[in-house]
């Protein structure tokens, strides 16, 4: 009877306490379950004494949106995996040879690993990312996986709900991982994402560090790629977890993402439409609604067409900026836009952002991409350190929203009062202080960068090898140029206020 109870309880016990490993966190001391096979390579450790993580909650959960924080986390650097079959990965390598900027996903599976605490995804989706930074992660050309082959770093764009069986991760339907291209401090995208963060620009993604290992089944070893940028991707879980913060008043409305030649000032409705899996792009690409296009395109004429004959700097002008967008918001965005030296911007270079209209066809400015950021300069585009900040781009005939803005004075001192905050606050980007946050960013990621691409293995203080202004750091230094001799870009460019 003793025996027959204890089975009993046993079976109780098992009932109560039994979960799919899918969906709940594995210690990687007690075993993993994952279709992945082990690491055998050791990574680097975790040196923080594991805290109990959050649930991995329901998509629609509103608790989901408050974990951001634990996935975004600026002072970790988790363990991303994916482990892909020797057939997929080629797949991925056959796709990139004949379409470089295709947008076809391979299914993989995901681990993440932080604190000791491992979750995962059976079946997510990868992608190849970039624009003139995209690679083939493997070999050249042609060429099939091969075990012990070299590997590149690339970016990747990860889709937890491309397949069937796919649920959002923490909230996120997908987030982007961008190797350091053009950035061989390792810290400009993450230092800029977070700045707009701390400055009150919530429409900005959220972005932090971590290392990334892929493995092809079947092979002696993974491949530890190095330290990544992972960053929000905005999409539906992007507007979920606005809407939920009470960010937005709706999450059903029309995202786009605009690319180069979009200049906010033309309504051709040539210039608007859907991105394919092929490469095929728009200035104006519709990321929500795709089967309302006509009502989009529409939407964002009205916004062009309704601003464009309002007299600049009228009463008439200001009241219909304040009541189609969010003004305060833009202007935020583009202090610290400009703060960070983004020159291939809506501004200067009609290029790399986001817009969303809600329900009641209000706008919202979404900064994107900012890689080429903190000194890293194009001659075509001036110098991102001693440029006059109030006429960063053009404020001419196109880049009409922002020629529309700044001709009210209203807006334009509360432009120039926001550049004055974020140049002396200890928070933001006063000089001292924003050094010392690199260099802390950078303590954090150091032990990690060396991989096995042999790639980016020195971690240095200078901008991109093509920088127009190769002098500018971010450590040491005084007021400059950044051309002829070492230049502090905080310093600069706090230096370069004129009001």
């Known amino acids: 009877m003793k025996k027959r109870a204890l089975f009993i309880c046993f079976a109780i016990l098992a009932v109560l306490y039994g979960c799919e490993p899918h969906n709940e966190p594995v210690n990687e001391q007690t075993g993993n379950d994952s279709i992945a096979p082990k690491d055998s390579t050791v990574l680097p450790p975790d040196t923080i004494t594991p805290p109990p993580p959050p649930p991995d909650p329901t998509p629609d959960d509103p608790s989901t949106h408050r974990d951001l924080a634990y996935l975004f986390d600026i002072e970790a650097v988790p363990q991303i995996k994916l482990t892909l079959t020797e057939a997929d990965w080629n797949t991925y390598l056959s796709n990139f040879d ?39 992660p493997e070999s050249s050309t042609g060429q099939k996986h091969q075990n012990g082959a070299p590997f590149h770093r690339a970016h990747f764009g990860i889709r937890f709900t491309k397949y069937d069986t796919g649920e959002r991760f923490f909230g996120m339907d997908r987030i982007i991982l961008k190797w350091t291209a053009t950035d061989p401090s390792y810290v400009r995208e993450a230092f800029s994402y977070d700045l707009f963060r701390r400055f009150g620009v919530w429409s900005a993604p959220l972005a932090s560090f971590c290392r990334l290992t892929i493995y092809i089944q079947g092979d002696s070893k993974p491949v530890y790629m190095g330290v990544y940028t992972m960053i929000e991707n905005p999409r539906k879980g992007w507007l979920d977890a606005l809407y939920h913060a009470g960010k937005i008043p709706d999450k059903d409305g029309n995202l786009w993402k605009a690319g180069w030649g979009a200049d ?10 859907l991105q394919d899996d092929y490469g095929l792009r728009y ?22 067409n309704g601003m464009t004959p309002l007299k600049s700097g009228s009463t008439e002008l200001q009241t219909w900026l304040e009541q189609h967008m969010d003004v305060d918001l833009f202007l935020r965005a583009y202090a610290v836009n400009v703060m960070v030296g983004m020159w291939d911007d809506y501004w200067k270079n009609q290029n790399n952002f986001y817009f969303y209209f809600d329900s009641q066809h209000r706008f919202y400015f979404v900064p994107f991409d900012y890689d080429n950021t903190l000194g890293t300069g194009q001659d075509n585009y001036g110098n991102p350190g001693t440029d006059n900040m109030l006429t960063w781009g053009s404020l001419e ?8 803005v700044m ?13 004055k905050q974020i140049a002396t606050s200890s928070d933001l980007m006063e000089p001292a202080a924003a050094s010392a946050r690199v260099a802390h960013m950078q303590s954090l990621i150091r032990d990690y960068i060396t991989n096995d691409t042999g790639e980016d293995n020195v971690m240095q203080d200078r901008p991109a090898t093509w920088s127009s202004c190769p002098n500018y750091r971010l450590l040491t230094g005084g007021v400059g140029n950044g051309k002829n001799s070492e230049s502090n870009f905080f310093k600069t460019k706090a230096a370069s206020i004129t009001w």
């Open 98 to 136: 004949q379409w470089e900027d295709n947008g076809l996903y391979v299914p993989a599976a995901f681990e993440f690993t932080k604190n000791g605490v491992t979750y995962t995804r059976d079946s997510v989706g990868l992608r190849p990312r970039g624009n003139t930074t995209r690679r083939r």
């Open 264 to 273: 906010l000032s033309s309504a051709d409705q040539s210039k608007m439409g």
């Open 283 to 304: 200035a104006y690409n519709l990321k929500s609604n795709k089967e309302q296009l006509a009502a989009a395109k529409a939407e964002l004429c009205d916004f062009i």
């Open 397 to 404: 005939g196109d880049r009409i929203l922002m020629r529309k």
């Open 407 to 419: 001709s009210i004075n209203a807006f334009k001192e509360k432009y120039k009062a926001y550049i």
